[in-house]
């Protein structure tokens, strides 16, 4: 932690993502806080459940008219637009099934859309989207929970995953391997494991992140956890 001013967080809800995003590029505009997650409120500002933080002014902003349920995940594209995914049915006002995408000055949904909730949104190299969640598809193709976007459909990924599992994807080839069955809400800690929730208990196992794949018995670490996901 470095010394400086506090900012005014959000109120009446949690935040479930976070991520920096530069809204012009190489232009004169900063880098940007975006937050998001069940609040209503930013600061002082009206949000619903996603807003921007500008740390050179102090200052927190809306996203138009933001998302109508809970934001689970956020990422920002090569192109600048930043992607929101959780479990919404609307963002800016406009129909997008749990997944959409916003340019700066506007929300549009990334078609087609998805069955259920997104948990999750990576960026790969090559310009596509990962998206993983509790979907089974959309209404022209089957996706188990995980798909790539390539900019103007979803693709399965491999054969997806039928149950809670943790899964490793490869940016460069969009290939999946479960890692770990029986879990939810996986994260890898600096300390060489990998940690996950498996009902109310927060689990650990050794992991070896060169190899990705789990190397030694799984340990309880914490009984009595609750995950929020509505």
């Not at 933001?66 to 349920?69: I, K, L, M, Q």
């Not at 290939?175 to 939810?184: D, E």
């Not at 196992?205 to 789990?214: G, H, I, M, Q, S």
């Given at each position: 932690?470095?010394?400086g001013d506090g900012a005014p967080g959000v109120l009446a809800g949690s935040v479930f993502a976070a991520t920096s995003w530069d809204p012009d590029g190489v232009g004169p505009q900063g880098t940007l806080l975006v937050?998001?997650?069940?609040?209503?409120?930013?600061?002082?500002?009206?949000?619903?459940?996603?807003?921007?933080y500008d740390p050179s002014t102090g200052t927190w902003a809306a996203l138009g008219a933001?998302?109508?349920?809970q934001v689970s995940a956020l990422v920002a594209l090569s192109n600048g637009d930043l992607v929101a995914g959780g479990d919404f049915t609307t963002a800016g006002g406009g129909a997008a099934s749990h997944v959409a995408r916003w340019n700066g000055s506007a929300w549009s949904a990334i078609e087609p859309t998805l069955d259920g909730p997104v948990r999750a949104l990576v960026s790969t190299p090559t310009g596509d989207l990962l998206v993983g969640g509790n979907f089974t598809g959309n209404s022209s193709t089957p996706l188990s929970h995980v798909a790539r976007w390539t900019g103007n459909r979803l693709l399965p990924v491999g054969d997806g995953f039928d149950e809670a599992a943790i899964a490793v994807v490869s940016l460069k080839t969009g290939?999946?391997?479960?890692?770990?069955?029986?879990?939810?809400w996986g994260r890898y800690s600096p300390s060489g494991h990998l940690l996950f929730m498996r009902g109310s208990r927060l689990l650990a196992?050794?992991?070896?992140?060169?190899?990705?794949?789990?190397?030694?018995e799984v340990t309880t670490v914490l009984d009595g956890v609750a995950a929020e996901v509505s």
């Open positions: 932690w470095l010394p937050v998001a997650g069940s609040f209503p409120w930013a600061g002082t500002t009206a949000a619903n459940r996603i807003a921007s933001g998302c109508d349920g290939k999946s391997r479960i890692v770990q069955r029986g879990g939810t196992a050794p992991f070896d992140l060169r190899r990705l794949e789990v190397t030694g």
